[in-house]
């Protein structure tokens, strides 16, 4: 479907340029030298490449391709690419680079985002370069599902863009920061009122909102990387149908995996701890921001129990510390009740918390221990539950009963739980007496059934799962033979 093919009169009209408008072929040919001389394209496509994982057989498509300086570089290195521009003057520049290059693998298309026509076959990666903003966030939305229906089960978007990561709070300070660092990356005047331009008159989001589309459409983001306080670059995959349908277990089934995979993968108990904290930190700085209108989490209190999930919570301590966060860690519990793998990450918390008494103290469920709580969870901006894990059975007694009122009592404080909100039965997905209200929760190496019963959802949040470091196909493989 292009400009000139029977299209609704409700769709978005991708050939009425927001900004400046290049379907003047001299425009086009002024923006083309231009960005020539601020911009090295050949360093942008070798980090496409590299991130993205591009191998010489595959098929790419190039959408908002203008004048084809990245489409080049890539058509010399993979089979095929598909270049899609709503321009007819950039594709006639394309066409004039390509020809003079001798690539005969480059097929382009005068469309956009929302009426480019389907290859005959799925892609193995889209490339979308400083060109999505140029839709509303509606149809950003539609323009997402459209290129993960064109991608092959597992291929790749390379997204790289305009994205605001600042507060929403911040918004006039944080624009202007924007086009502040826009104008020192530049030094042209003209560069300069194109970036005004395009924050009054195009449609940039927030990384929030950007990585709520993903998620809808069926992209899962593997990494981002920050190329410039204002540029972002999103590699995101499609989901399989069998990612899409999570492994689940039950308690037990997990609990058999964990004692084989230190026998079967020679990878120590302490190692899936680790890995459980690095993934455990790695999803809270990329979803907390969501859950609090793009706010980066400041202030965290890390609430943990005396058994692993405690261990979990202090190893995630010292990785969000390590980040900058001002982190503080309540232990619940004399100190001699710790052992293993908890009472060693408990031993490197006390060891960075020396002379800063504040930043871990030992409470229970006395009156004075928790006003203490309180304090501590209105100082917060989030707070952590690692109390209890998913061995938990039965009604939740002291000292945690008191500490969940607590935590659950501290109005308008974000909960991040780690495996399973604590109280929570693993397998059922019942309560038989309380649990903590997260916002968001990490489970470990799979879905625990119980988490996706009806009666889990006001409990659980948003739900990710955290990767340990192993292949959990064959860890259940093994666990199930092991049972026969």
């Known amino acids: 479907m292009t400009e000139t093919a029977d299209r609704p009169d409700w769709l978005y009209n991708e050939f009425q340029f927001s900004g400046v408008d290049y379907a003047d072929l001299e425009t086009a040919r002024k923006f083309d030298k231009r960005h020539q001389q ?15 994982r591009l191998t010489p057989n595959d098929v790419v498509m190039d959408l908002g391709c203008g004048t084809g300086a990245l489409l080049i570089h890539t058509a010399r290195f993979c089979r095929k ?55 509303p966030d509606f149809w950003k939305a539609v323009a997402l599902q459209r290129i993960a229906d064109v991608l092959k089960p597992g291929g790749v978007l390379y997204l790289y863009d305009v994205v605001f990561t600042f507060p929403i709070a911040d918004w006039r300070a944080g624009t202007n920061r924007v086009l502040s660092d826009m104008g020192a990356s530049t030094s042209d005047d003209h560069t300069d009122t194109e970036a005004k331009k395009h924050i009054s008159s195009e449609f940039s989001a927030f990384d929030w909102a950007l990585e709520g589309i993903f998620e809808r459409v ?12 204002f540029l972002r670059a999103y590699v995101c995959r499609k989901v399989s149908d069998a990612q899409a349908s999570p492994i689940t277990l039950t308690v037990e089934e997990s609990r058999q995996v964990d004692a084989l995979v230190p026998k079967q993968f020679g990878m120590p108990t302490l190692l899936l701890m680790e890995n459980a904290a690095r993934s455990c930190a790695d999803i809270f700085l990329a979803e907390a921001p969501k859950l609090n209108f793009g706010a980066r989490p400041q202030r965290v209190l890390l609430c943990c129990g005396k058994g692993n999930n405690g261990g979990d919570g202090f190893a995630l301590f010292r990785r969000l510390a390590t980040l900058g966060l001002d982190c503080r860690v309540v232990a619940f519990g004399a100190r001699e009740d710790y052992a293993g793998d908890a009472a060693v990450n408990l031993n490197v918390v006390e060891k960075m918390t020396v002379g800063a008494s504040e930043k871990l103290v030992f409470l229970d469920d006395s009156a004075a221990s928790l006003q203490r709580l309180r304090e501590l969870g209105q100082w917060s901006d989030w707070i952590v539950d690692a109390l209890l894990g998913t061995g938990f059975r039965g009604e939740v007694r002291a000292p945690y009963a008191a500490v969940i009122e607590t935590i659950n009592g501290l109005n308008g404080k974000p909960v991040y739980s ?64 092991a049972a026969q």
């Open 418 to 481: 780690i495996d399973v909100p604590s109280g929570l039965n693993a397998d059922t997905g019942e309560t038989p007496s309380l649990a903590v209200k997260a916002a968001l929760t990490t489970t470990l190496g799979a879905v625990k059934r119980g988490l996706l019963a009806e009666s889990a959802r006001p409990y659980v949040g948003k739900l990710f799962v955290g990767d340990l470091g192993f292949p959990l196909v064959a860890a259940l493989n093994v666990s199930r033979v």
């Open 38 to 52: 601020f911009r090295n394209y050949y360093e942008d496509f070798k980090r496409f490449q590299e991130r993205s």
């Open 218 to 229: 069926g992209l899962r983001i593997e990494r981002y990387y920050d190329d410039a306080s």
């Open 81 to 135: 690419v598909y270049g899609v521009d709503p321009s007819p003057s950039m594709l006639a520049i394309l066409k004039e680079k390509a020809e003079s290059a001798g690539l005969n693998n480059i097929e382009v298309e005068t469309a956009g985002f929302l009426t480019f026509t389907p290859p005959s076959e799925p892609v193995d990666a889209v490339l979308a370069s400083i060109a999505l903003h140029h839709l």
